[in-house]
């Protein structure tokens, strides 16, 4: 009886045929079954990028250290502050500036507050968003604002703006862009404080915003504390009072400039004491305390041994009503009395006496 063989097939073999076809099938599925588990060893991979690319976006980009950020180039700080911006949305891209920058330097957290305000402005934020407390930013907005829009557009801005915060960093921002935007040649100059003249009811944080603006730039020319430079006398004299309330803002920061060191509040008051008219002396009294109250994180003790630095009662405490303005202004409204009774308790003195 005669057998018969089969290949691999199952169908009847040739006497003479090969088992190659059988070995092929075997090396075939053997191949597959190595795709397999390369494909799903890749799809694993590929995945496990993926997660982690996600993970990446989510959570460590918005907690970057400290220092990774304080290295960044202006720009490069900005475009940063975009981002977190349009992915987590103003409020959560703030928490994580004041973890950064807010570490009780005003000087500093100013200059980082006119980039956050700018990456703001640029990703279509309102310049009420800057009440969400990213310090400066207002300055900063505007500046963009203002350089991009014009002039014509500012009374819009400043009412969407105060429709939601106090008026007084709305138009001190407002300020800063006019300057920004005219130049601070005398021409330029004027124009700027004359629109905020324009601004009934509102200019004086419009004049402290553009005189702000005009020192910065003042600074950064070269001259010595001894000098008698004054960069109020670029503006008419009809703007020279609003100016002046800003000058102790520009001794201080220029004595940084020059010695490396904090202008003691001596220096100020005696550099008040000699300017001309009565009206500029008080107006750079006053002033002085509202440089004094940010310099000072508004502690009351460090206010109001700032505001000692003039020597009379009458102009300590003008100085400490200057202070007191800049919180309210500023601030929650709260605080003002809050930290003027603690000042005056100090003094043996009360709010009212202190004509707050």
């Known amino acids: 009886m005669s057998s018969t063989s089969y290949n691999c097939t199952g169908a009847p073999k040739v006497s003479n045929q090969a088992n190659c076809g059988c070995r092929a099938m075997g090396y ?9 588990l390369v494909w799903s060893l890749s799809f694993i991979a590929a995945l496990s990028l993926a997660i982690f ?10 907690t970057l ?19 977190r911006i349009v ?31 700018e990456a ?16 400066h930013c207002n300055h900063g907005f505007m500046i963009s604002a203002i350089e991009e829009q014009g002039v014509a557009e500012v009374a819009s801005m400043l009412a969407k703006c105060q429709e939601k915060i106090n008026a007084y960093p709305c138009t001190h921002g407002v300020g800063h862009g006019l300057v920004a935007y005219f130049g ?33 730039a003042t600074l950064e020319m070269p001259w010595k504390w001894d000098d008698s430079i004054n960069p109020c006398d670029t503006l008419p004299q009809a703007f020279r009072i609003e100016c002046t309330f800003s000058l102790p803002y520009f ?38 305390g509202h440089n004094v109250a940010p310099l000072n994180n508004f502690n009351p003790e460090a206010i109001a041994d700032a505001c000692s630095a003039f020597t009379t009662d009458e102009n300590s405490n ?20 809050r930290v003027c009774e603690a000042i005056a308790r100090r003094l043996n003195s009360t709010c009212s006496e202190l004509g707050f």
């Open 28 to 36: 075939h599925v053997h191949v597959s079954q190595r795709s397999l």
């Open 251 to 288: 001794w201080h920061h220029q004595l940084i400039q020059e010695v490396g060191a904090k202008a003691t509040y001596t220096d100020i008051a005696e550099r008040c004491a000699a300017l001309p008219t009565t009206l500029e002396r008080e107006a750079c009294i006053r002033g002085t």
């Open 65 to 83: 250290n400290t220092d990774t950020v304080r290295a960044f180039s202006q720009e490069k700080e900005i475009e940063y502050w975009q981002h």
């Open 87 to 117: 992915s987590s949305g103003a409020s959560q891209a703030h928490s994580e500036f004041l973890e950064i920058w807010d570490d009780g330097d005003f000087d500093i957290s100013h200059l980082h507050g006119h980039l956050f305000g």
């Open 53 to 62: 690319l996600f993970v990446s976006a989510n959570t460590s980009e918005k």
């Open 184 to 216: 601070i040649d005398p021409t330029g100059i004027g124009k700027a404080f004359a629109m905020c003249r324009s601004l009934e009811g509102q200019a004086f944080g419009c004049f402290t915003g553009a005189s702000m603006e005009l020192m910065d």
């Open 120 to 135: 703001l402005y640029r990703t279509g934020g309102e310049l009420s968003d800057c009440a969400l407390g990213a310090y």
């Open 318 to 337: 003008a100085c400490i009503i200057g202070a007191l303005s800049f919180i309210k202004a500023n601030g929650p409204a709260e605080s003002a009395p």
